[in-house]
């Protein structure tokens, strides 16, 4: 049976009565016992309901690179993964401060953080197209462009592009995954070549953002190449690669988990526009970007 230590900052009387049934208590607020999962998992779910706003660390023995793992509760700690190693994220000065206002710190402290956050990153930034496109498959070579939606952002401006695409044969699986059937492509679908021209248009000049945005660029560049035409030559910004510098530790990088991480709780679509505009909310959320996006648009 694994070895279990918890550790507690303050434990009351009915929380100490079923830990000591079994755990010794061995210096004030630290218990160890062993026992099975089971018992573990319902002593842990103990000691969350009833431990109040106090912290509790807990830690067994596991199967993984070190031997063991540990979970935190009312902590400004996390236990999170890296290629299946348990490490501890200590939280930065912004972050710590979230965790301050949810414990309930003073209201000085909480106009701070409202002010470091209220500054807009629109001032003195370069003008951008954030860019999305659908397609029937992940293969620039063999799958074909459903959907192409983009924003261009100018300080508090926004211009909209939009257009499904005709004369594609859309699999079951893309239609479940992005809501787009084939009778939206066969009634509102416009010429590809079309598309693409004004899309060229809309977007010359402009930095390209988007998520995992070489995707994209790579169906439209096949496309061109198809047409005859030069490959886009604009600046290329990735948000994905500024969110993995920024949250580092994140157990995915889906956009969805990325989202999520940002307080930004939405579904992703898979809607070219409607994820565009997931994007600029992320952007608007995102510390480095105006930096990275300076940098681009020199």
């Known amino acids: ?13 009915s929380l100490k009565g079923d830990l000591t049934k079994w755990m010794q208590e061995i210096s004030t607020g630290v218990y160890v016992g062993n026992f099975n999962r089971r018992i573990r998992e319902k002593l842990w779910e103990r000691v969350k309901e009833n431990v109040g706003n106090g912290e509790a660390t807990i830690s067994y023995a596991a199967q993984n690179e070190i031997g063991y793992r540990f979970e935190s509760y009312n902590t400004s700690r996390q236990m999170i993964e ?37 500054r807009p990153n629109s001032i003195n930034v370069p003008s951008y197209i954030i860019l999305d496109i659908e397609t029937t498959g992940l293969d620039p070579k063999k799958d074909q462009m459903i959907e192409i939606g983009a924003l261009k952002i100018d300080g508090s401006e926004e211009n909209i592009f939009h257009s499904l695409i005709a004369n594609k044969k859309i699999p079951e699986q893309i239609q479940k995954l992005t809501g787009i059937s084939q009778k939206d492509i066969d009634e509102d679908g416009k010429d590809e070549s079309q598309v693409l021209a004004k899309l060229l248009e809309f977007i010359e000049g402009q930095v ?15 496309q061109l190449k198809k047409m005859g035409q030069e490959n886009l030559s604009n600046p290329i910004l990735d948000l994905k690669t500024i969110v993995k510098k920024e949250k580092m530790f994140l157990k995915n ?19 070219a526009l409607e994820d565009v505009r997931l994007m600029a909310e992320l952007i608007s959320k995102v510390n480095k970007f105006p930096v990275y996006l300076k940098k681009k648009a020199r």
């Open 1 to 13: 049976m694994p070895f279990t230590v918890i550790t507690l900052s303050k434990t009351p009387a």
């Open 82 to 118: 890296l290629e299946g190693i348990p490490l501890v994220l200590l939280p930065q000065a912004e972050d710590k401060g979230a965790y301050i206002k949810q414990r309930g710190f003073s209201n000085a402290s909480k106009f701070r953080k409202a002010r470091k956050f209220s």
């Open 253 to 271: 990088f889906q956009l969805q988990t990325v989202l999520a991480s940002y307080g930004i709780n939405k579904k992703v679509p898979h809607r």
């Open 208 to 222: 390209i953002v988007g998520y995992n945005i070489n995707f994209d660029i790579s169906f439209i560049n096949e």
